[in-house]
């Protein structure tokens, strides 16, 4: 447990769609929000959309947590795909809500088994597509 | 234990300059006080083994400044008797400070005061400013590197915040205190122990001030810069936990720059005159000398974007400033030398600069940055932070700095992180609460906050 962690519950659901994600590929990527007292799913994105896609669907002024399956060819030409964790923080958001968001991302994280690399991002440019490629290889 | 949102929590952050004291859940603090207290009796100071920890600084070289140990403070508001604190029967203690006095806290101050005179000392609540600038005091502080080094001064201070600031009673409200970043566990478990043992407070929190800051930035892993009145202090934070070892500070502060801008404009001839020198139609207590220069500090200044060197800044236009007795003073490049000494403290002395311990703790990293603390509300600072240290990170390195744009929430950062925490409802679970101390002890502490 994290100093000041804020104790945040995470729904059962949360982690019924990260693996339907993580094993059936199911889905391209999921948003989460945190809603009462709990972490829920947001949204998702099927497993046709884009990284533009999975983007767009993040408030521009709101926090919001997100995987995404990126899937990806290595300079050996091998079929490879990672998950990534995103902390959406954008700088616009209020403060109670950054808070609440960077207090309970790390108890959340730890519910969400097989993420492989994890970003945190304030504005669109740290989480543009050439850092993910980057960061997958 | 306690159910839903409204929680009348307590949070009080206690820098080494100023205190800030509040309600959980709101926008600001709504007491901030000096965090130091005055030493004095009301008889003139005859015991001589006190003079020599007790001097004027009158010269900025002067070598206790680069420990870090000197800790001017100003504005004398408040007043009251100790009663607990150093425990001498006829002695005043008061907290505030007085004008001018800046003053080595002693290294045992307990010793000293012990030996203090046995004069027939009275308590004074309110005196007149020219009454007190005669008076003789001590300035105590209870940090010593930036930790805690005075218990019994941090409990007056606390007394001090409770009773006359806040109007509480501890025994009814939870307390989420924010620490500095370089607590060990000794001081933690003496921390819980005062609360507990002293005020019965129904429920603590420590929570750190780089993860706080941190968290209200919406970062769980960064690196903090938090430059403060005292000291300037960097953090890495990584998922919430303070990497301990890599903690740094410098005793460069807001204060400090203060100094130097005085000593500076005395240098030009010009000098500040104290507000209780001139008379004025209204007579505000707790304005002085030191307090016109860090508005100054605080008005004109600006960090330079590139390093300050005496040419290239010679010519630059000069920045008028009225002071309190109606004389206007025109400042030039003091106004980017004295920020300047931030990130080049030889421009003063050879003290290790910001820039060199941001390196150190970022390890050539990728990590953000963050400003936070009185001192970082200076213009500019942010700009300057981020080029130097794009310049000299390696290329790789993605380096961001983020800062707060409300000079409000860039103050009191950790103080406003204390206090969304402490008012989630899910928080209220993570309190370490009397039962549990008395159960576990206060060692229960380090497990419970950790």
Excluded at chain 1, 18 to 23: I, S
Excluded at chain 1, 95 to 118: C, N, T, W
Excluded at chain 2, 198 to 210: G, S, T
Excluded at chain 2, 354 to 366: C, D, F, K, L, Q
Aim: aromatic letters at 10%; charged letters at 25%; proline letters at 6%.
């Amino acid at each position: 447990m994290a100093n000041a962690a804020s104790g945040m519950a995470v729904d059962d659901e949360c982690k019924l769609k990260f693996h339907e994600l993580k094993a059936k590929r199911t889905y391209r990527f999921i948003t989460f929000k945190i809603e009462g007292q709990q972490v829920v799913v947001d949204k998702f994105g099927s497993p046709e959309e884009s990284y533009d896609d999975f983007t767009n669907s993040l408030p521009a002024d709101e926090c919001r947590y997100a995987v995404f399956d990126f899937d990806f060819t290595t300079d050996e030409n091998c079929q490879k795909s990672k998950i990534f964790f995103i902390a959406w923080s954008p700088d616009t958001s209020r403060v109670r809500m950054k808070m609440v968001y960077a207090s309970s991302k790390d108890r959340f994280k730890r519910e969400l088994d097989g993420i492989q690399v994890e970003l945190q991002a304030t504005d669109p440019s740290e989480m543009s597509f050439d850092i993910i490629k980057s960061r997958a290889l | 234990m306690y159910g839903g949102d409204e929680v009348s929590a307590i949070v009080i952050d206690m820098g080494s300059h100023t205190c800030k004291a509040g309600y959980a859940g709101e926008d600001a603090p709504k007491a901030v006080f000096p965090s130091s207290i005055t030493f004095g009796t009301s008889l003139p100071f005859h015991h001589e083994s006190l003079e020599p920890d007790f001097r004027l600084l009158d010269n900025i070289h002067s070598p206790s400044l680069g420990t870090g140990r000197t800790f001017p403070c100003h504005s004398f508001i408040y007043s009251y008797r100790a009663t607990t604190a150093i425990g001498h029967r006829s002695s005043t203690m008061v907290v505030g400070a007085v004008d001018q006095m800046e003053v080595d806290v002693p290294d045992n101050p307990e010793k000293n005061l012990g030996s203090a005179p046995d004069s027939n000392s009275t308590v004074k609540t309110f005196e007149s400013e020219k009454e007190k600038s005669k008076r003789k005091f001590y300035v105590l502080s209870p940090f010593k590197d930036g930790v805690i080094a005075d218990w019994d001064i941090v409990d007056s201070i606390l007394d001090h915040g409770f009773r006359e600031c806040l109007l509480i009673d501890p025994k009814e409200h939870p307390m989420l205190l924010a620490e500095p970043s370089a607590n060990n566990q000794q001081q933690r478990e003496r921390a819980a122990e005062l609360m507990f043992e002293k005020y019965k407070v129904p429920a603590l929190f420590l929570a750190k001030n780089a993860v706080l800051t941190s968290f209200a930035s919406g970062r769980a892993t960064s690196l903090v810069v938090d430059s403060g009145g005292g000291s300037t202090t960097v953090a890495p934070v990584h998922d919430g936990y303070v990497l301990q070892k890599a903690v740094l500070t410098s005793p460069i502060g807001g204060e400090f720059l203060t100094d130097c801008l005085t000593k500076s404009l005395e240098s030009k001839g010009i000098i500040i005159k104290p507000r209780y020198s001139f008379k004025r139609k209204e007579i505000r207590p707790g304005e002085f000398q030191r307090v016109i220069a860090s508005d100054i500090k605080e008005c004109v200044c600006r960090a330079p974007d590139t390093p300050y060197d005496e040419t290239s800044y010679s010519n630059i236009p000069m920045t008028p400033y009225e002071l309190p007795d109606g004389q206007t003073i025109e400042i030039g490049s003091d106004r980017f030398k004295t920020p300047d000494v931030l990130f080049n403290p030889s421009l003063v002395q050879t003290i290790p600069g910001m820039e060199s311990y941001v390196e150190t703790a970022a390890s050539a990293r990728g990590l953000p940055q963050m400003l936070a603390g009185g001192t970082a509300s200076m213009q500019q600072l942010k700009e300057r932070l981020e080029k130097d240290l794009l310049e000299e990170s390696p290329q790789a390195a993605r380096v961001k700095v983020l800062a707060s744009g409300n000079a409000t929430e860039r103050r009191f950062s950790v103080w406003i992180g204390g206090s969304i925490l402490a008012s989630l409802g899910s928080f209220q679970q993570m309190w370490f609460s009397k039962a549990e101390y008395e159960e576990h002890g206060a060692s229960y502490i380090q497990r419970k906050c950790p």
